[in-house]
């Protein structure tokens, strides 16, 4: 009977030292669209938590025990003053498989609401005896857009819905019009001028814009 009391405790034990066992951990270093370092920030992935980004936006992030190197793995902000001027422009890394660091690539959130704003005004400069735009050549004119701003057309695919996870109306409703979707744009962005969400000019823009294009 000692004996099998003796043999249960140990197993406990070994699940217990197993379950506590720190898993890999990596290294981030966050960019902006410029390749300047961002220093600061702070990351989580499945609740775990980073340290701030240093002034080389290098970071150390854990991950599970069970984690495998060279996976795929999504991580988001931590909610900070710093970070409220910010979103990720793929919130999706790829973990290295060895000792290299992965870059995160960051955008002010100032910077995208230009380059919305630079394509709707290109839109409503267009002549009324000139044909219809099409949903192509909307896409087109945002990605030219978005070069001029640094971002890739691959980068914008990414970047819209990334600047949508926000709390905020207005920039759900950016996201949303820039996606072509303006009866849901029209809705956040009316929410927004009716909490008076700050730069509440922009705001009614949009607004204007999104009921325009309907």
């Not at 270093?29 to 702070?42: F, H, N, Q, T, W």
């Not at 995208?112 to 267009?126: L, W």
């Not at 050549?137 to 970047?159: I, M």
């Amino acid at each position: 009977m000692k004996r099998k009391t003796l043999i249960c405790l140990a197993l406990l034990l070994v699940a217990a030292t197993l379950e506590a066992a720190p898993g890999n951990q990596i290294v981030l270093v966050a960019r902006d669209i410029e390749g300047k370092p961002v220093s600061g920030l702070r990351f989580v992935y499945e609740l775990v938590k980073s340290g701030p980004t240093n002034k080389s936006g290098a970071t150390a992030l854990d991950l599970p025990a069970d984690h495998r190197l060279g996976q795929q793995i999504r991580i988001s902000l931590v909610d900070s003053k710093q970070a409220e001027d910010w979103f990720l422009v793929d919130p999706m890394v790829n973990v290295p498989d060895g000792s290299d660091a992965a870059t995160v690539v960051l955008m002010r959130r100032s910077v995208f609401r230009q380059v919305g704003i630079e394509a709707r005004d290109a839109r409503g400069q267009k002549a009324p005896s000139q044909e219809e735009w099409t949903e192509e050549d909307r896409k087109r004119l945002l990605v030219e857009v978005a070069a001029r701003h640094g971002l890739s057309a691959k980068q914008l695919e990414t970047a819209i819905p990334s600047f949508a996870e926000t709390q905020g109306r207005k920039d759900k409703g950016i996201a949303a019009f820039l996606q072509g979707e303006y009866p849901k744009a029209e809705g956040l962005l009316r929410e927004a001028v009716d909490k008076n969400e700050a730069n509440l000019i922009e705001a009614l823009e949009y607004l204007a814009s999104a009921q325009f294009e309907q």
